[in-house]
C-alpha cells in the first residue's frame, strides 16, 4: 500500500534542477507531496487529483501520471531551502486513507 | 487560525510501561491520521478517523495499540505495553474533509522507550 519514491537521495549544487518520482501498484485517485525538514512536522507543497494535472508555485510543480500510477515532482533552479526529505502520500481509488512512500532526502549546497 | 496541537512533545518510558499521546485537531476537521515516523522512515499510517468513526486501522498493532476520537474532536492513542521497537516519533494529523484535501501535521510526540 505503500508508494516507492525514487531516487532515496540526491544532492545538489545552488541551482541545479532535481526530480522525485513516486509510483504506486495500485490505481490513485490522489498524490500529495510534503516536505520535512530535520525535527520538524512535514509541510504540505501541493496535491494532485486529476489524472495529467500539473501544478506549481515558486520553483516547485508536480505532474500526476493516473494511467501510469505515478507522480514526479520537480525542483527548478535548487535554492538550499529547499533541502529536507520529500514524502509523496497517496490515496487510491475506492479507498479513503493516506499513506505516505519511504522518502526522498534532498540536500542543496552553495 | 490554531494548527493541531500534540502533546507530550517527549517522553520517555521503561520497556512494558504504558503511555499515551494526546492530539487535538484543527477545528472543523472532519478527518484525523495517527502515524508513526521511525528515525529515516516515510510517516507510516496506524489509524485514520472520520469524525469519530474508524476509516482504516489495518496497520495499527491491536494487540498493544488502541486509539479513540472522543465525540469527533480530540483523540487519544494509547500503547500498552510498550516494546523497544516502538520508538519513533508518533504524528497527527487532520484534514477538512479526509480524501482529496490537505492534511496538517502537528509537532509529534518523539517517544523513546528504554
Known amino acids: 500500500q505503500q508508494p516507492v519514491q525514487s531516487p532515496q537521495a540526491v544532492i545538489l549544487r545552488e541551482g541545479e534542477d532535481a526530480v522525485i518520482n513516486c509510483s504506486s501498484s495500485k490505481a490513485l485517485y490522489s498524490v500529495h507531496w510534503y516536505r520535512q525538514k530535520h525535527g520538524e512536522a512535514p509541510v504540505f507543497l501541493m496535491i494532485l487529483l486529476k489524472g495529467g494535472e500539473q501544478k506549481g508555485h515558486d520553483k516547485i510543480s508536480a505532474s500526476f501520471n493516473e494511467k501510469k500510477q505515478q507522480s514526479s515532482l520537480y525542483l527548478t533552479a535548487s535554492q538550499l531551502s529547499y533541502s529536507g526529505t520529500y514524502f509523496c502520500?497517496?490515496?487510491?481509488?475506492?479507498?479513503?486513507?493516506?499513506?505516505f512512500g519511504t522518502g526522498t532526502r534532498l540536500t542543496v549546497i552553495p | 487560525e490554531a494548527g493541531v496541537a500534540q502533546s507530550p512533545r517527549y517522553k520517555i518510558i521503561e520497556k512494558r510501561q504504558s503511555v499515551a499521546f494526546w492530539c487535538n485537531p484543527i477545528?472543523?476537521?472532519?478527518?484525523l491520521y495517527w502515524y508513526q515516523q521511525i528515525l529515516g522512515q516515510g510517516p507510516k499510517l496506524l489509524i485514520q478517523?472520520?469524525?469519530?468513526?474508524?476509516?482504516?486501522d489495518s496497520q495499527l498493532p491491536k494487540d498493544r495499540f488502541s486509539a479513540e476520537r472522543l465525540k469527533g474532536v480530540d483523540s487519544t492513542l494509547k500503547i500498552q505495553p510498550a516494546k523497544l521497537e516502538d520508538s519513533a516519533v508518533y504524528l497527527c494529523a487532520s484534514s477538512l474533509a479526509g480524501r482529496g484535501t490537505e492534511a496538517f501535521f502537528g509537532q509529534g510526540t518523539r517517544l523513546t522507550v528504554v
Open positions: 502520500g497517496t490515496e487510491r481509488t475506492g479507498a479513503n486513507n493516506l499513506f
Open positions: 478517523f472520520q469524525n469519530n468513526g474508524v476509516v482504516d
Open positions: 477545528s472543523g476537521h472532519a478527518t
